[in-house]
């Protein structure tokens, strides 16, 4: 009987050990897998620990005193309590869930909405670009018509310019070549004679207008043997006063004997312009081309070349 005491007092001392570490277990579970994986939560009115534990009837036949404990504070109130907690949670999250997916669907939604306004202003206004665009292109095509049409039709006038820039540049570069010679042959035959009193007045009644006061002039110095240098002037300056009468033959007649007589003096290159502004003069059109083209082969000095070249541009 001492025997069955002591086991009868050991009893709910383990009952109370094995009750915690259930305890512990059940909660363990709870928090590592959650409370779908309890297999008795389905079914709360099928838990019953005296099945599981028959050895609990001896208890109850005792005294029973532990039982209380169990059904106040004990594993069901702790399983309830599990469960209910764990429901609240899952409830909670999945109202969360939602809350937050209406949320993100509203979002959007309105984000397309602003998209396909705008989308639809933008058609808006390339609708009435479209227009401006057409007509914009449209002058410019006309535009490029036109400079093409104009380039073709000034292409030949360019290519003419280039030609004449062409010779004139020669031109230039061979009246550079002999302008500081002339100019030193000039210079030193200035400084080596000066002009006679009479040459100089008839020379004075020319500039005023006196054509016939100049010529008689003229001839009167030329009888007075004068210097050498100075005979083909006298024969220039009585035609250039015979061409002021319009005495265009007298006026060739001194020209030739300027051009012939005197191939090295200094008034051959206007002898020969004024003999082809003559013959412009009298009408004969090609006799003057043909002078002065030869006139212009000779290499005439920069001021007589301009002459000759706008005579010809004239005639022709």
Known sequence: MSELNRETKLMPHFNRMLQVFLTLIIAGSMLLGGCSYI?????????????????EDNEQASGGGED??????????DDDFALDEDDDFASVDQRT???????????????????????????????????????????????????????EYLEPEVEELKLQVARL??????????????????GISRRRSTTPPQYNQALS??????????????????????????????????????????MYD???????????????????????????????????????????QSALKNKPPTEVRGKILKKLNDIQ
């Open 39 to 55: 297999p008795w939560v389905e079914n709360e009115d099928d838990l019953a620990f005296e099945e599981d534990f028959p050895f």
């Open 68 to 77: 209380d404990f169990f059904e106040e504070g004990g594993e069901n109130v």
């Open 97 to 151: 869930d939602k809350n937050e997916l209406k949320g993100d669907v509203g979002t959007l939604q309105t984000q397309q909405e602003a998209l396909i306004s705008k989308v639809r202003e933008l058609e808006e206004v390339l609708s009435s670009l479209g227009p401006k665009i057409n007509a914009t292109q449209e002058q410019l095509e006309g535009s490029l018509s036109a400079v093409s049409v104009q380039s």
């Open 169 to 186: 540049n020669d031109e230039i570069n061979h009246l550079k070549s002999i302008k500081v010679s002339n100019a030193r042959a000039r």
């Open 205 to 246: 009644s020319y500039r005023a207008g006196n054509y016939d006061e100049s010529i008689l002039q003229f001839q009167s110095f030329g009888l007075t043997s004068p210097p050498e240098r100075l005979k083909d002037n006298v024969a220039y300056w009585i035609g250039s006063n015979y061409v002021k009468l319009e």
């Open 250 to 292: 007298d006026a060739i007649t001194q020209f030739e004997t300027v051009i012939n007589s005197y191939p090295r003096g200094n008034k051959i290159h206007d002898a020969r312009f004024m003999l082809g502004r003559v013959y412009s003069l009298k009408g004969e059109t090609s006799r003057a081309v043909e002078i002065l």
